[in-house]
């Protein structure tokens, strides 16, 4: 009798602390990349000022973690911003017209620390709107990473994330001239550190059209083993997608550390924390030349 109640406590302790069941699933349970979609949705572009004449700027922050024992120093992010917009002197920030998060929007999937980050960002947007004048709404865009995925925090990023997707794309074409191409958003799911077979292959079918694409992850191409996506056949497959394609710009997080690499004419861009280095950046768009430049910035 005492080997079985031994047993079962063993049993118990073991199903409580397991990664199906229990606390550990509380804490850092993860939604299947193929349960969060089923596809790639069209999601509505950002509207552009008809004077943008095809060049135009977006921010681009990762690993913001809202809800995050360590404090954001919000204060020190707009004094910075408001001194760059008072200037006017700086074309990617003269030109910002949407931003985009890469992930671990939040510490753990709790609606409370979305609430706080989509406050955050419609001060951020209202900000720019006055000071830059825009007489179109100021949109965020962004993508879940493995923080958003904690406390089984899926359904709460995405009910209160915009554009409410885990995997989408946007085409956006300032002018609406024929003879300026046109960029394609792509916003892979990578939350899982790896996208599956079904979004690697309709990804394949978007990026057939050859349109200067810029892509956005939350895990990295490559990196050190726990920041970087696991799976290195489907890693080289991704790779080859992007070459065989027209993509010119991958911006990825997850590993906040400021790093910048080429594979072969594709620019790699890897965005630090927003919250822990107090860093972000801005790309420049020229749909005219079909160029993108980045620029860092700190607060």
């Not at 804490?27 to 979609?37: H, K, L, Q, W």
């Not at 960002?121 to 865009?141: P, R, V």
């Amino acid at each position: 009798m005492k080997k079985c109640y031994v047993f079962f406590c063993f049993a118990f302790i073991i199903n409580l602390f397991s990664c199906r069941y229990g606390p550990y699933l509380y804490y850092f349970g993860e939604a299947d990349v193929d349960e969060r979609s089923s596809s790639f949705a069209n999601v509505e572009a950002p509207s552009l000022l008809s004077g943008d004449a095809g060049v135009y700027s977006f921010l681009v922050i990762s690993d913001s973690h809202f809800g995050s024992p360590t404090s954001f120093r919000e204060d020190d992010f707009f004094t910075s911003l408001n001194k760059l917009l008072e200037d006017n002197s700086d074309e990617y920030i003269k030109n910002l017209r949407f931003a985009i998060n890469l992930g671990d929007v939040a510490d753990f999937g709790v609606t409370e620390n979305y609430e706080s980050y989509n406050k955050f960002m419609e001060k951020f947007a209202s900000t720019i709107e006055e000071k830059n004048g825009l007489t179109t709404e100021f949109k965020n865009y962004a993508i879940p990473g493995n923080h958003d995925l904690y406390r089984m925090g899926w359904e709460n990023f995405k009910n209160s994330i915009e554009p409410h997707n885990a995997r989408y794309y946007f085409d956006l074409d300032s002018d609406g001239k024929p003879e300026t191409p046109s960029f394609r958003f792509l916003f892979l799911d990578t939350a899982n550190s790896m996208l599956g077979n079904t979004q690697l292959e309709q990804l394949k079918t978007l990026l057939s059209d050859k349109k200067p694409s810029i892509v956005f992850s939350h895990y990295s191409l490559y990196g050190s083993f726990l920041f970087t996506m696991q799976n290195t056949i489907e890693r080289n497959k991704l790779i080859k997608y992007f070459s065989d394609s027209n993509v010119m710009n991958v911006f990825e997080g997850h590993s906040h550390i400021n790093n910048y690499y080429e594979l072969s004419d594709i620019k790699v861009n890897t965005v630090p924390s927003f919250l822990y280095d107090g860093e972000f950046c801005v790309v420049l768009v020229d749909e005219v030349h079909a160029t993108t430049s980045v620029k860092h910035y700190k607060y």
